[in-house]
């Protein structure tokens, strides 16, 4: 197959904007619904005017799909690739948006939900491994985090999309918004199709040469025998062959301890996932403007356009990683992120007790606070430590298990939102303001001094020796600033990449 002939920095680029585009396709599909259902229009009328019960199934069944395609990655992910994953999953979304797109019935709506859901579970438990396996451990994160910019992204193009159509009669105001995902769908499979799968997953998988050709692409280097090509080749098949001692891949690895500690990383995974769902964030993402109208009293016109200035503000607020994800780590970031999240649910919760026109307007305004503190740490940060935080032998099945509790905690909350705000109004406010509190202390003693280890600007292979300290918490208490293991010298991995002038200045005295 034809594969682009970028080099170095630009091959970094490639792959990024191959990455951002499935994840801006997630943001697209994860706010598309939220302005067209909860309201008397075309859809309501389509479907029956369902009642909130059935509104967030509607929305909450895609996160079921999620699942089973994260569920699918998990036991044949490894066996089929990174790139291959990803265009299988943009194969199913398009398919997906093709039920979605010409759905008559309810049942047929829900078939094009888990349909679509499913291919998006491919790529979400696909993409961050794939991004993480194609750049230095100096610029990972600024990466992942672009990816969640560019979802944040994609749930703006959505809520406008859908404010814009929601003046038009007809079909049109809804089966337009759902149906334009298969432009994303498709230029994701484009994409996908023309760039090369992960170096490390071609070599633990026995493609040793299609691997070092892809490591002297990135490399920027001509010839695979080049010393830095040699020298990143032979770091991961040292790393490859300390996971492997054992013999196959065994399920009951994920459940081991010793020096590698599966278990270990595999409870971080879910953690962080967990923790990020019952934030509340996709309350607002999915749910923004039936938040505004049903808790807060505001005109559907008005909780619309609120709607899309609340993920306005969250997509200026992702852009914040870029900056410090990198610069000052992963654990800081989550404890501010934590701690923010709590006080404004809460003064919002408070807020919205005085049942005063003034006060709803107040709260309106924490929620857009609280998007800022969610861009922060809570966005990017869970796509990206599983990632991290796993070894390549497992990396696959680690982040697709992260994945499925993503997706099934996202469900439990979308399912239960639309009834919950009909039965207990703004008092739902009050359950995540209680779920954000439980998490300051959790991120900040469990976190950030006992059981998270730091991992920003370490190398894989540098990760994959994180927890060899040992003990109930793998080194990170005695570790300064949870780092269990030094960052070596600078790797020359992805030499010329988004860090050129850097990289140029380290190693400007090297000839390719």
Not at 300 to 305: A, E, G, H, Q, V
Not at 430 to 446: D, E, R, S, T, Y
Request: aromatic share 12%.
């Amino acid at each position: 197959m034809w594969i682009v002939p970028f080099r170095g920095k630009y091959m970094v680029w490639a792959i990024t904007a191959c990455c951002c585009q499935g994840f801006l396709l997630l943001g697209y599909d994860q706010g598309v619904m939220s302005g067209i259902i909860g309201a008397d229009n075309q859809f309501g009328r389509d479907f029956g005017h369902p009642n909130p019960t059935t509104q967030g199934t509607i929305v909450a069944i895609y996160d079921i799909g999620c699942a089973v395609g994260s569920l699918i990655v998990f036991f044949w992910g490894e066996s089929i690739g990174r790139k291959r994953m990803i265009m299988s999953g943009a194969t199913v979304m398009l398919i997906g948006t093709a039920i979605l797109t010409s759905s008559k019935t309810l049942a047929q709506l829900y078939v094009g939900r888990i349909v679509t859901g499913i291919g998006n579970g491919f790529n979400s438990s696909s993409i961050p491994v794939y991004q993480s396996e194609t750049c230095r451990g100096a610029i990972r994160g600024r990466l992942v985090c672009l990816n969640s910019t560019v979802t944040i992204i994609g749930l703006v193009i959505a809520y406008w999309l859908d404010f814009g159509l929601s003046f038009v009669d007809g079909p049109i105001q809804w089966r337009l918004p759902i149906g334009f995902q298969a432009f994303f769908a498709l230029c994701l499979l484009i994409q996908g199709a023309t760039l090369p799968d992960s170096p490390r997953w071609l070599i633990a998988h026995g493609r040793r040469e299609e691997g070092a050709h892809v490591i002297s692409m990135l490399e920027d280097r001509d010839s695979v025998d080049h010393p830095d090509v040699q020298q990143v080749l032979a770091e991961i098949e040292a790393s490859l062959a300390q996971e492997s001692a054992g013999g196959p891949f065994r399920y009951m690895e994920l459940f081991e301890g010793g020096k590698i500690q599966n278990f270990r990383r595999i409870c971080l995974c879910i953690g962080i996932n967990v923790m990020q769902q019952f934030t509340g964030s996709n309350m607002i993402n999915y749910l923004a403007p039936v938040v505004y109208q049903n808790t807060m009293g505001l005109s559907r016109n008005l909780s619309l356009i609120l709607g899309g200035f609340t993920s306005v503000t969250y997509m200026f607020a992702s852009f914040i990683p870029l900056w410090t994800v990198d610069r000052y780590g992963r654990r800081p970031l989550l404890m501010i992120s934590a701690a923010g999240l709590s006080l404004c649910f809460t003064l919002a919760s408070i807020l919205l007790s005085t049942g005063t026109k003034g006060a709803a307007f107040g709260a309106t305004a924490m929620v857009f606070i609280f998007q800022i503190f969610l861009g922060i740490g809570y966005l990017p940060i869970p796509w990206l430590y599983p990632a991290e935080i796993s070894t390549t032998r497992i990396r696959a099945r680690g982040s697709a298990i992260s994945s499925f509790f993503n997706w099934m905690c996202v469900f439990a909350v979308v399912e239960m939102t639309p009834p919950a705000i009909a039965n207990i109004s703004w008092r739902v406010f009050i359950i995540f303001a209680i779920f954000n509190a439980c998490w300051v202390p959790l991120v900040c003693i469990f976190m950030g001094i006992l059981f998270f280890p730091e991992t920003h600007s370490l190398e894989l292979e540098e990760i994959d020796a994180i927890f060899e300290k040992g003990g109930i918490t793998g080194g990170v208490w005695e570790s300064p600033g949870g780092r269990t293991v030094s960052k070596s010298h600078p790797k020359p991995l992805l030499k010329g990449s988004v860090e050129g002038e850097h990289d140029k200045s380290l190693d400007g005295d090297r000839e390719k």
